[in-house]
């Protein structure tokens, strides 16, 4: 992999499935554990150095985004890790910090996930939104807005049409890694 920085920190090193991709440009760093069919997209960072970040399989982080995490405090000694379950597809240039999303869900581009949030299965946080410390979107809900507020329910049909955008990026994110290794 040309131009990704995998970085230890405090002793952790990142642990990153073999089939997943990462882009060039990406910085990995500390305690991250990344599965199988993960695709992390071009100048992605993911820093897991105060606390730790997991990302589930065939989750996708697109071009630009940010994650990270929040460490110990007096009033929360667990910190904020940063959970992200299966299946989960993160847009361009978004902001997922000491947060959980549930596997499936979906935030938009340039959206911000803060701490202590948890966006619910199948649920979408919609473009440009903002969802504030500690927030809670419910299984198949969509919001939105800055700060985030319940728009409406998440239909069969968009949750699965969410799904196909998994199986596209597990596709196309085989195909760059196969690009970026015959160099």
């Not at 405090?10 to 910085?27: H, L, V, W, Y």
């Not at 992200?84 to 597809?89: A, Q, W």
């Not at 499936?104 to 949030?117: H, I, P, S």
């Not at 473009?127 to 239909?155: F, H, M, Q, Y």
């Amino acid at each position: 992999m040309n131009d990704v920085s995998i970085i230890s920190v405090n002793g952790k090193t990142p642990r990153i499935d073999p089939s997943a991709f990462i882009a060039p440009g990406c910085r990995i760093i500390g305690d991250v554990t990344i599965g199988p069919d993960v695709s992390i997209w071009y100048n992605c960072v993911l820093r897991a150095d105060v606390s730790h970040i997991v990302v589930g399989a065939r989750s996708n982080i697109q071009d630009g985004s940010v994650v990270h995490c929040d460490g110990p405090m007096p009033h929360r000694p667990e910190g904020f890790p940063t959970i992200i379950g299966e299946d989960v597809l993160i847009g361009h240039l978004a902001m997922v910090h000491g947060c959980t999303l549930a596997d499936r869900a979906f935030v938009g581009l340039k959206a911000t996930v803060m701490n202590g949030c948890r966006i619910g299965s199948d649920a979408m946080l919609a473009a440009g939104a903002l969802l504030t410390e500690n927030k809670e979107i419910p299984d198949r809900e969509l919001w939105a807005g800055s700060p985030a507020r319940r728009v409406r329910e998440i239909g069969d049909a968009q949750a699965a049409g969410m799904q196909m955008g998994v199986a596209h990026y597990v596709m196309n994110g085989r195909m760059h890694k196969a690009a970026i290794d015959q160099g």
